[in-house]
Each structure stands twice: as structure tokens, then as C-alpha cells.
């Protein structure tokens, strides 16, 4: 009776045992915040200039929730639902992706249709704000695929498409719309993909490598989200342009040439990450940070020195203590905490072995 007994408390500690963790102990996430089912898919962060920060739910594991944008408040620290996003008129769904303010005070958000509609459904949308209080959201941009990633810089918005497959060869585009054309009258309209050589919105093409995980053919339909191109989009101090796919994980740099030129994407790395999704620039040590969301990591390029580190991985959780659950989008705070969104919401071959009940923002204070 006493074996057995023994046996079971071993099997129980087993079955909690602590995930593997690499990095510097001082890099170690703790948890920022845990939302309930509403927030079931937590996907992209901006501040606000008095340094609200802004969440948005895009809630494709459980889209019963809608997609909305939460606001923690910079005095008070205290979450709640800032704006419940406009559905899209045929999928009735909105699936608000990465969010960023544009000069004019406004909240612009990717309203990503793709997984419902991969016929250019997608638009950038704005929530048009006064006084602190959304007014309404209106359609900026349309006729994309899968906006993704969003930064405000120069006048202009600036955002990634994660799929721009054409000519037979897989990639994303990097687009940027000035200001003066994000009307609600009239649209700024991509040309599509078989086109986009000349549409004055796109800056770059960027290709993408299909790469089998675990054995799967990145052309099953199974892993199609691994043919996608760039995801995050951030700049450095000189703006200069930093992207990471998603499909491949490689990381690259779109130099700023001046006067409104830019280079050709230049491949800074193609072997550290497997999956690269939201990424931001670390002004203080000049790296930019990445997610790599199949490796439950965090990796940050020194621009200095042009190599990759790792700032922090660890193996499957469901978050609750606040280890990573597949980053997702990274943000720094006023205070210089790095935020850390976990999407937990995972595709084959990642480390996050399933969408869980826990729904988490990790947080670190780089030493
Ligand atoms: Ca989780
Ligand atoms: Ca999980």
C-alpha cells in the first residue's frame, strides 16, 4: 500500500514538472497580467503617447469571443475593453492584428480576413479616438491579404503583408501608406499581388524558404501559415527597417537610404530562428528584439556587433507562471520592462504543444 502510494506522489510530480529554461537567469519572464476566455488570443501592443499601453484580442482560437482592443491604464495599471472592433461585413468576424498610434492620436489596427477569406478581405482600419474615447472605426487601407505588423514613422504608416506569393515564389511585402492617404472617403487600395512590382506602396518584397517541420511538407495545406513571409516590423535609430518571417524565420534589414529611398532586403540571419513573429527595437542597447514563436524564445539582433542572442527560452507551460507560451509581440514600456505577448495559439512543430486555458502577457526587466 505504502509503494503504491510513493508511486502515485512520483507520478504527480512528474506530471508538473518544471519546463526546461535557457538564458540568463536575470532575463527570466514573470507574469505581467492573465485575462480570462475573452482575451483568448492575445496578438499585438502599442503605447499611446501618455503611455497607455493597448492590447488587441484577435481571438482566432475561440472566435465566439470577438475581436476587440483592451487599454491597461499608465496611473492605474487597470486592463479594460478600450473598443470592440467592426466585424467585416460578409465573415461577420474582426480579427484586429498588430495595432500602432499614427501621429494624428488615432489607433490603426490590421483587420486580418485572411483566415477567413484569402480573397484580399484584409483591410488597416483606424479608431478614430477623442478625448481618450473611440469614436468609431474606419477602413484606411484595403485590398490586403494578411496585414500584420504595424509602425507609425516619417508621416506614414507603415505595415507588413505576410503573404504576397507571386511570380511562383513565396513571400511578404513591407507597404507604407502617408498619412495624407489613409482617408475613410477614399482608401489607399494595394494593387494585387501579381501586380505589386508597381504599386507605390510597396517598398520591399521579401521571399520566403519552405522549410519542412518535423517532416511536414511546408506545402500541406496543414502548415500553409509556414509559406508566410514578414510578420514584425520595427526601425532603429537611424530608419533603418527590421523584419522577421514567419514562414522561415529569417531576419532582415531594409536600409534607409534617405529621401524617401530604400535598399534591397538584405539577410541578416537564417538559421537562429524558425519562426519569427512580432519583433521591436531596443533603443537602449541597440538590438532589435525578436519573437521566435515555434522555439518559445526570445532573441535579440546586436546591431553593433551583427550577431543574434538569446534572451530567454523555455520549454512547454501554459504560462501561468509567466514563462513563455509562444511569444508572440514584443513592447517596451515607458519604465523599460519589456512586455511580452503569448499568443498561444500554435501551429505544427512548435513547442507550445496546445491552445490552453491560461491566456498571458509576460514581462521582463533586462538587466
Ligand atoms: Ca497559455
Ligand atoms: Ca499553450
Not at 492620436?105 to 483587420?111: P, V
Not at 543574434?308 to 517596451?332: H, K, R, Y
Amino acid at each position: 500500500m505504502k509503494t503504491m502510494i510513493i508511486g502515485s506522489i512520483l507520478i504527480s510530480v512528474a506530471a508538473v514538472a518544471a519546463p526546461w529554461t535557457k538564458g540568463p537567469a536575470a532575463n527570466r519572464p514573470t507574469l505581467f497580467k492573465t485575462f480570462g476566455d475573452i482575451v483568448n488570443t492575445p496578438e499585438g501592443l502599442a503605447l499611446d503617447k501618455d503611455g497607455n499601453l493597448f492590447l488587441s484580442a484577435i481571438n482566432g482560437v475561440d472566435p465566439s469571443y470577438s475581436g476587440h482592443i483592451w487599454k491597461r491604464d499608465a496611473q492605474t495599471g487597470k486592463w479594460g475593453v478600450f473598443a470592440v472592433t467592426r466585424t467585416n461585413t460578409k465573415s461577420g468576424k474582426s480579427f484586429p492584428q498588430g495595432i500602432v498610434f499614427g501621429d494624428d492620436g488615432n489607433l490603426y489596427y490590421a483587420e486580418n480576413q485572411y483566415f477567413a477569406d484569402r480573397n484580399y478581405a484584409s483591410t488597416v482600419r483606424r479608431i478614430v479616438i477623442k478625448d481618450g474615447e473611440p469614436l468609431r472605426c474606419e477602413i484606411v487601407v484595403e485590398n490586403a491579404l494578411l496585414p500584420n505588423g504595424l509602425r507609425w514613422r516619417d508621416g506614414a504608416l507603415w505595415f507588413s503583408e505576410s503573404f504576397a506569393h507571386h511570380g511562383g515564389k513565396f513571400g511578404g511585402g513591407i507597404y507604407r501608406i502617408p498619412a495624407k492617404d489613409l482617408r475613410a472617403d477614399k482608401p489607399a487600395r494595394l494593387l494585387d499581388k501579381d501586380q505589386m512590382e508597381r504599386d507605390t506602396y510597396c517598398i520591399a518584397w521579401v521571399p520566403t524558404e519552405l522549410r519542412s517541420r518535423n517532416g511536414i511538407d511546408p506545402l500541406d495545406r496543414k502548415v500553409h501559415i509556414y509559406t508566410a513571409g514578414p510578420d514584425g516590423i520595427d526601425f532603429d535609430a537611424d530608419g533603418n527597417l527590421y523584419t522577421g518571417s514567419f514562414g522561415d524565420g529569417r531576419f532582415w534589414r531594409i536600409r534607409n537610404l534617405g529621401g524617401g529611398k530604400y535598399a534591397p532586403p538584405e539577410l541578416l540571419d537564417d538559421t537562429t530562428v524558425a519562426c519569427c513573429d512580432g519583433i521591436c527595437y531596443d533603443a537602449k542597447r541597440n538590438r532589435i528584439i525578436l519573437t521566435a514563436a515555434a522555439q518559445n524564445a526570445l532573441y535579440a539582433w546586436n546591431i553593433a556587433a551583427g550577431k543574434m542572442e538569446l534572451v530567454w527560452a523555455n520549454g512547454d507551460t501554459d504560462g501561468a507562471d509567466g514563462l513563455f507560451d509562444q511569444p508572440s509581440e514584443v513592447l517596451f514600456l515607458p519604465d523599460g520592462r519589456l512586455v511580452v505577448v503569448n499568443i498561444d495559439a500554435p501551429s505544427p512543430g512548435m513547442i507550445n504543444s496546445g491552445a490552453d486555458k491560461v491566456h498571458t502577457l509576460s514581462v521582463i526587466r533586462l538587466p
